[in-house]
C-alpha cells in the first residue's frame, strides 16, 4: 500500500504507473482512488498539517520552482549532451550522413515537444498539494516526452553538424 503524507507518491513506481496509465486505466483509477482515500485520512490530513506548519506556503513555493528549474535544466543537458555524444561517435565509426533520418529526427523531436506541451492536463488535474497520483503522472509524462523530443533534435543537430566536420 501507499505510504501516508506527501512522500507516499514517492515509492511509486513511475514505469509501473505510467504503464497503467495506457494498458490499464481501470486499475490507475482504482490506486488513484484507495490513495485519495488515504489521503483524507485523520493522520495523514494531521501529518500533511504538521510538515505545513515546519515552512511558509511562500518558501515551499519557491523552493518548488527552484528545484524543478534545476532538474529540468540537468534533464535537458542530460539529453542533448547524450545525443551529442551520439552523433560524434556515429561519425567516429564511419557512419554516413542520412539526410533523410535527419529530419524524421527532427519532425519526430517537434512533433513530440509539441505533444508534450499541448497534452499536459495542467489546471484540470491540479489539486491544492500537487501530489495526487494524477498529478504526479502528468508531470512525469509531460517531462519524458520534453526529454525524449529534445535528445532527438539535439541529435538531428548533431548529425547535421557532425557531416559537415566530416
Do not use: H
Not at 13 to 27: M, N
Not at 55 to 77: C, D, G, H, P, Y
Not at 119 to 131: I, L, P
Request: hydrophobic share 50%.
Amino acid at each position: 500500500m501507499l505510504q501516508k503524507g506527501a512522500e507516499r507518491n514517492m515509492k511509486i513506481s513511475r514505469i509501473e504507473v505510467l504503464f497503467l496509465l495506457v494498458f490499464r486505466p481501470k486499475k490507475l483509477i482504482e490506486r488513484t482512488n484507495a490513495d485519495y482515500k488515504e489521503m483524507n485520512t485523520p493522520e495523514a490530513i494531521q501529518l500533511k498539517q504538521e510538515r505545513n506548519q515546519r515552512t511558509t506556503q511562500a518558501a515551499r513555493s519557491i523552493n518548488k520552482i527552484r528545484s524543478s528549474l534545476f532538474w529540468s535544466l540537468v534533464l535537458v543537458a542530460g539529453a542533448v549532451l547524450a545525443a551529442g555524444v551520439i552523433g560524434k561517435a556515429y561519425f567516429a565509426l564511419g557512419g554516413a550522413r542520412c539526410q533523410t533520418a535527419e529530419e524524421i529526427l527532427q519532425y519526430s523531436g517537434i512533433g513530440i515537444l509539441l505533444w508534450a506541451t499541448l497534452g499536459k492536463a495542467g489546471w484540470s488535474v491540479q489539486t491544492m498539494n500537487g501530489d495526487t497520483i494524477p498529478e504526479l503522472v502528468n508531470e512525469w509524462v509531460f517531462r519524458a516526452l520534453y526529454v525524449l523530443g529534445s535528445f532527438l533534435l539535439a541529435l538531428a543537430v548533431s548529425l547535421t553538424f557532425g557531416a559537415s566536420n566530416i
